[in-house]
């Protein structure tokens, strides 16, 4: 499961628009205290973040039709 969760995680930015979202590298830059406001693990998810980049992070993958 670790594998496709790497290579799902790497398809991010990469992969046009039909798979949206942003890796997590630059989290501890950005203010998400507004979107946590109502979490109870607010003061973890940053670090969660963080952890799972470094975790999932290696070589950037295409889609199978740009191969």
């Not at 930015?13 to 109870?40: I, V």
């Amino acid at each position: 499961m670790l594998d496709y969760c790497r290579m799902r995680y790497n398809l991010l930015t990469n992969a046009g628009h039909w798979f949206p979202g942003a890796k997590a590298d630059q989290a501890h830059t950005l203010d998400l205290s507004q979107c946590l406001a109502h979490s109870p693990h607010a003061g973890q998810i940053p670090q969660f973040l963080t952890e799972a980049h470094q975790l999932l992070v290696g070589t950037e993958v295409k889609r199978l039709s740009q191969q």
